[in-house]
């Protein structure tokens, strides 16, 4: 099996099979974000070779494959006839294969034909990992997303149409102090029209080699503390009225929230209203990421 530049994949894939089927992210100019910033620069790998791959990855595990992950960055940007061969050859090849899953961004998603979605679901594509990041598109634009609001809820419902399960990430502080209250209620709001199966928390770290970083050493961005995530937290929660399932399966994370929404958000604010006690030197301390 061959990988080129870095592969990520989310926690929920940890025991995935991970086929790289692009290489980099066709966007790769969000502020937050340095996994691409020095390359590669983006592609799509031929299908022959992710086959071939396939097949090595099939030598060495045999039916013990249960799920396959597409990596890198945004696997869903290439022509939905490839992903669609790839994800065919996967199910022939891994008879006890359980789910096949790819990260795409609201942006590449939109530009699909319906049908091309429904190609890919009836090809067994079954998840996809969105990174909604905020609602409001104040945060969108500031950070560089390359999307807004309502094309992050049009391609999320257009995922939700075609059949396959949806997981939308949002990152906790990414609007700073300035906008924390606003970033909290837009974000609820564009989940409540998308109606995701998972919401995923991240809270923002900043990363090096990044814009956002250089921007908060220039004072142009102000962090939250602990506290006031939990409290960014706690108005996401309140006004997330969607039936979803809510995790908080990262290590940036303050608090380990999980539960369905919305029956489970009385014993989650709890949760959070009791963190909201606790000391200072209780939560993760602050650092900047290098990966």
């Given amino acids: 099996m061959r990988y ?40 799509i790998r031929p299908v022959k070779e992710i086959c071939e791959d396939i097949d090595a990855a099939f030598d060495i595990y045999g039916e013990k494959v249960k799920s396959v992950f597409f990596p890198a960055g945004n696997s869903i940007a290439m022509p939905a006839r490839d992903l669609a061969a790839i994800c065919r050859y996967s199910t022939a090849k891994f008879r006890s294969l359980q789910r096949i899953t790819v990260y795409g961004s609201s942006r590449y998603i939109a530009r699909k034909d319906p049908a091309d979605l429904a190609m890919l679901r009836e090809a067994d594509l079954s ?15 500031r950070v560089k997303k390359g999307t807004n609001a309502a094309e992050q809820i049009k391609a999320g419902k257009m995922v939700k149409r075609a059949g396959m399960e949806l997981s939308e990430y949002v990152i906790l502080g990414i609007g700073g102090v300035e906008r924390s209250e606003i970033h909290a209620l837009k974000t609820a709001e564009a989940i409540n029209e998308i109606e995701p199966d998972f919401v995923r928390l991240r809270t923002l770290v900043p990363k090096i080699n990044t814009l956002l970083l250089h921007q908060i050493k220039k004072g142009r961005f102000q962090l939250l503390s602990p506290c006031e995530v939990l409290k960014e937290t706690r108005l996401l929660l309140e006004n997330l009225h969607c039936r979803t399932r809510l995790t908080s ?14 029956d489970d958000r009385k014993r ?10 606790w000391e200072p030197d209780r939560f993760r301390p602050f650092f900047v990421g290098t990966q």
């Fill in 4 to 43: 080129e530049g870095p592969i990520y994949r989310p926690p929920s894939e940890a025991a995935s099979l991970l086929i790289q089927a692009t290489v980099g992210c066709p966007h790769n100019k969000c502020t937050f974000c340095m996994i691409y910033k020095k390359g590669p620069f983006y592609r």
């Fill in 127 to 141: 998840r996809i990992h969105v990174g909604l990041e905020s609602g409001d598109d104040v945060i969108l634009k």
């Fill in 268 to 277: 989650l604010l709890g949760e959070i209203d009791r963190a909201l006690t």
């Fill in 249 to 262: 399966d990262h290590y940036t994370n303050y608090l380990n929230l999980s539960g369905n929404l919305p």
